[in-house]
């Protein structure tokens, strides 16, 4: 049986072959563990194989769908995070509704799926309460913003969330604007298909979307730089098309149970 460590070595490998296949430097592109379902002692043994291994990409990144299941294993890690070797960062990959915002707010650092202007401006105020509570740090008077990406449908699949891609700029633009949230990319999920132009495209549609705001001028745009997409079954077409931050569950903890 293929141990966690070594997988998450073969994972490696793969970012790093897909990189070198498509003429990019593997350092641009960050591994994130996609942790749904995973107990807590299964993600610190993801976290120990990371420092293990080096700490390659720096810190570890961990992302949650559910908030629920990232309240359950938050302190566990937080706990096990105050040891510099399994520090780590915590991202929400899954929906963020909003009366979740402040148990969000508790664990993560960064809000992978802004999708609509709505839930932008709850962050935001979210953000600045936190801070009156004192539940947040605060430098130079303004609470640390959380950081945002934009996540873009880009496939038009209907069962996908995310803003389409038409509505991307105005709304990557009205978050980039809030004083409390700090753009730095854009997220989506590959196209759900065989067919492999269909896949490519829907990635390349991100990265052009990422290079026409990154590249705007636009007030709070300049660090929107990240492109988080790519999963287990299609990381290496994603980092031909440009991704920066690869979403693995399966290629690192193996198949999830069927829900029950
Ligand atoms: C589950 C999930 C992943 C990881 O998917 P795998 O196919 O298991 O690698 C990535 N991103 C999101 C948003 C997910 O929900």
């Given at each position: 049986m293929t141990s966690l460590a070594e997988r998450l070595r073969t994972a490696h490998d793969r970012v790093h072959s897909a990189a070198v296949a498509a003429d990019r430097d593997p350092h641009e592109i960050r591994l994130l563990l996609a942790v749904k379902t995973q107990p807590a002692e299964r993600i610190l043994q993801a976290l120990r194989a990371h420092a293990d291994q080096g700490s390659p990409g720096g810190v570890a990144?961990?992302?949650?769908?559910?908030?629920?299941?990232?309240?359950?294993?938050?302190?566990?890690?937080?706990?096990?995070?105050?040891h510099p070797g399994l520090a780590h960062e915590m991202h929400v990959i899954g929906h963020l509704q909003s009366n979740k915002i402040n148990a969000a707010l508790r664990w993560a650092s960064c809000i992978q799926t802004l999708d609509t202007t709505r839930l932008a401006g709850k962050l935001d105020a979210a953000v600045a309460r936190q801070a009156e509570r004192g539940d947040r740090e605060v430098r130079d008077d303004e609470p640390i913003p959380v950081e945002v990406m934009v996540q873009?449908?880009?496939?038009?699949?209907?069962?996908?969330?995310?803003?389409?891609?038409?509505?991307?700029?105005?709304?990557?633009?009205?978050?980039?604007?809030?004083?409390?949230?700090?753009?730095?990319?854009?997220?989506?999920?590959?196209?759900?298909?065989?067919?492999?132009g269909a896949v490519r495209a829907s990635f390349d549609a991100l990265t052009q979307i990422r290079d026409d705001i990154a590249g705007s001028g636009e007030l709070g745009t300049e660090a929107a730089r990240e492109l988080s997409m790519g999963m287990s079954g299609d990381l290496e077409t994603a980092v031909a098309a440009g991704a920066t931050m690869v979403r693995l569950g399966t290629a690192v903890f193996g198949a999830r149970e069927p829900a029950a």
């Open positions: 990144l961990l992302g949650h769908n559910k908030i629920q299941e990232m309240d359950a294993t938050g302190p566990a890690l937080s706990e096990a995070g105050e873009v449908n880009t496939s038009g699949e209907e069962s996908k969330a995310g803003v389409a891609p038409e509505s991307a700029r105005d709304l990557a633009l009205a978050v980039a604007a809030l004083p409390h949230l700090r753009l730095t990319g854009f997220m989506t999920i590959g196209a759900n298909t065989d067919d492999s």
